[in-house]
């Protein structure tokens, strides 16, 4: 079956725009989540959203938000862009997001900030 | 405060010998600790999982130790391919926080031919 697909793969914006990421979770998943890879704090969560509530929140400012639809697709959005703001961005999905489900990530969406 | 600590940012090993990549935690509310494989730019891939009321976990050539009392995992890769050679991640999970992965910094591991 498919794995979690992210769109775009690659893009480049500028200081003070915003942009949207797209994830589609693997059939069947109604948990997605987000996170940042930087070479510098590493991994680290942004949110998660089941059922298109989002129930757990990591250490990121407002500008970055999300939504999830009921399909179980998810986008994240970060708006007023820094350069801070360059890394990657994965999307992971799993079953139900409790304990004992293996969570599965897209190949991600690496977001250049100029 | 770094709860997932991998010590050691990289790791070289021989072609068909043993690769061993720890992790250590400080949470004990952590029950549930994957490892992941990742290349620059990609996704992590899931390799192998185990939960807190197992001491052991094995598919193929990884196996998972897990010490609850020195909260200290290990990965093992037997024999190591050249095609094993990646950024190795631990993390770990919470039943009370459950959706959210606390990553380690990772260890890179070069296998040679």
């Known amino acids: 079956k498919a794995g979690v697909t992210q769109t775009p793969r690659y893009l480049i914006k500028t200081r003070g725009q915003q942009v949207t990421l797209s994830c589609s979770p693997i059939?069947?998943?109604?948990?997605v989540s987000w996170y940042q890879q930087t070479p510098g704090q590493g991994l680290q969560f942004l949110f998660e959203?089941?059922?298109?509530?989002?129930?757990n929140k990591g250490n990121f400012p407002g500008r970055f938000s999300g939504r999830q639809f009921s399909n179980s697709r998810s986008e994240m959005n970060v708006s007023t862009l820094e350069l801070g703001d360059s890394a990657l961005y994965l999307c992971?999905?799993?079953?139900?997001?409790?304990?004992?489900?293996?969570?599965?990530f897209g190949e991600g969406s690496w977001l250049t900030v100029v | 405060d770094q709860q997932v600590k991998q010590n050691s940012p990289s790791l070289s090993v021989q072609e068909g010998r043993i690769s061993i990549l720890n992790c250590d935690y400080t949470?004990?509310?952590?029950?549930?600790f994957l490892w992941y494989k990742k290349y620059p730019a990609e996704g992590p891939t899931f390799l192998i999982s185990?939960?807190?009321?197992?001491d052991k976990n094995e598919d193929g050539r990884f196996t998972v130790f897990l010490n609850k009392s020195a909260k200290h995992l290990s990965l093992h890769i037997v024999p190591s391919q050249p095609g094993d050679s990646a950024v190795y991640f631990c993390?770990?999970?919470?039943?009370?926080?459950?959706?959210?992965?606390?990553f380690g910094s990772g260890t890179q591991l070069t296998v040679l031919p």
């Open positions: 992971a999905s799993s079953l139900t997001g409790a304990a004992g489900n293996t969570i599965y």
């Open positions: 059939s069947g998943h109604r948990s």
């Open positions: 959203y089941f059922s298109e509530t989002q129930r």
């Open positions: 949470n004990s509310m952590f029950d549930y």
């Open positions: 185990i939960s807190s009321i197992k």
């Open positions: 993390a770990a999970l919470s039943s009370g926080s459950a959706r959210q992965l606390t």
